[in-house]
Structure formats: C-alpha cells, structure tokens
C-alpha cells in the first residue's frame, strides 16, 4: 500500500520561503512520477509541479522562477523549494505520485495521495 506523508507547511510573509518534503512508503516502483498540487479554499486542486524519475520538470506557470519540486528515488523523497513566496501561494499543498512514467498536470493522473499541508502566506 503506498502512503505519501508531506511535511513542512506553515506560515510566512510575502517573500518568505518554504521547503516541503514527501515521503512515500510502498511505493517501490521508482520510474513512476510524482508531483505537488495544490488548493485554496473554494478553488480546484491545480497542478504546481512534477517530475519524473530522470529529471523532466513541469511546472505551472503561476510558480515558474520561484518554485523548485526535486526527488530522491533511492529515499522515495519528493521535495518542493518555495521562494519568493506571495498571499496568493496560500493553499493546503498535496503530494502525489502515479506508476505511469510520464507526468500530466491534471490530479485525475494520480492515484496515490498526501493528506495535505498548509502553507499560508501574509502580506
């Protein structure tokens, strides 16, 4: 059974950073790819990063030059560097992998899940 832990959240200024991490357990099928998504409070779950198992990035085009997603496929960690961040970054951020080795944005390309953690950001 694979089970995807984010940790890292909290709340900063604007302009502040963030470092969240994933671990993941049971998921021993590396190849696969994984991502960060995010939601804000009456919004949908939106795609912000992903990454495959060599290194292809995707990022959406609201954290491009700000935010960084890396992973670590020999600790099955997934990482997500988050600079210059602003109010409109706030959002409860999700962790996600799949078995398939290309990525996608949207969250219907994922099937293992995070619970969840918050970021928030002031101005």
């Known amino acids: 059974q694979v089970q995807l832990q984010e940790s890292g959240g909290g709340s900063v200024q604007s302009g502040g950073s963030l470092r969240l991490s994933c671990a993941a357990s049971?998921?021993?099928?590396?190849?696969?790819?994984m991502g960060w998504f995010r939601q804000a409070p009456g919004k949908e779950r939106e795609g912000v990063a992903t990454?495959?198992?060599?290194?292809?990035?995707n990022y959406a085009d609201s954290v491009k030059g700000r935010f960084t997603i890396s992973r670590d496929n020999a600790k099955n960690t997934l990482s997500l560097q988050m600079n210059s961040l602003k109010p409109e970054d706030t959002a409860m951020y999700y962790c996600?992998?799949?078995?398939?080795?290309?990525?996608?944005?949207?969250?219907?390309?994922?099937?293992?899940w995070g619970q969840g953690t918050q970021v928030t950001v002031s101005s």
């Open positions: 996600a992998a799949r078995r398939l080795s290309w990525c996608v944005m949207g969250r219907n390309g994922f099937s293992y």
């Open positions: 049971g998921y021993t099928d590396s190849s696969g790819c």
């Open positions: 990454i495959t198992s060599d290194g292809r990035l």
